[in-house]
């Protein structure tokens, strides 16, 4: 079995032992996690909310969350770096669909909606997605988490490398495979 070294994860710092020590309440623990990754943390906010307030705000979500969910975190390789990017990407991710809701609530809304989908539309669409389904389940444990993370959770392939202890390359290459590999099982039933 694979195990991620500090090396493979870009990490040259074991944050095991700070996160073990995070599960049994140890607050010193989340301060020196937030010392040793608060900036990464952040810049990666700010690239999706482009906020510095929101950016900050996110930061601090995302290691209250490391705290509230410190009995339950799992590491993938020796650094809380990648669970912490992919947490605070989501919460920003979050934040940005409600601040764009907040903004189209606030438009005036006098113009209808064009184009709405036709029931017809919507099951065919819903059958390519079982159909995409099918052939996702079907792949290695390893592709089936790239896939989440690139096309589902929207990671970069670095990010996605980073959160699974794989190479850039890696991660590209097996991606496009996949895209490969669904466009031949699915091109003849679409």
């Keep these: ?6 090396e493979s994860t870009g990490s040259s710092v074991d944050d095991r032992p700070a996160v073990e020590r995070l599960r049994h309440g140890d607050r010193d623990a989340l301060t020196e996690l937030y010392q040793r990754h608060g900036a990464s943390v952040y810049w990666n906010a700010y690239g999706v909310l482009r906020s510095r307030p929101d950016a900050e705000e996110m930061t601090a979500d995302a290691f209250l969350t490391l705290w509230t969910r410190r009995r339950e975190v799992q590491l993938y390789g020796v650094s809380a770096l990648p669970w912490l990017i992919v947490t605070v990407k989501n919460l920003s991710r979050n934040r940005l669909r409600a601040n764009q809701r907040r903004t189209a609530e606030s ?43 690139c096309l589902v959770e929207e990671l970069t392939y670095k990010e996605a490398a980073a959160a699974l202890g794989l190479k850039h390359g890696s991660v590209r290459n097996r991606l496009s495979r996949m895209r490969t590999r669904l466009q031949s099982e699915l091109g003849p039933r679409s």
């Design 1 to 6: 079995m694979y195990a991620p070294t500090p």
């Design 107 to 149: 438009l005036d809304a006098a113009d209808p909606p064009s184009g709405r989908a036709s029931a017809e539309d919507l099951a065919a669409l819903d059958e390519a997605m079982g159909l995409v389904r099918e052939v996702v389940d079907r792949l290695p444990a390893v592709d089936r988490e790239i896939f989440r993370l």
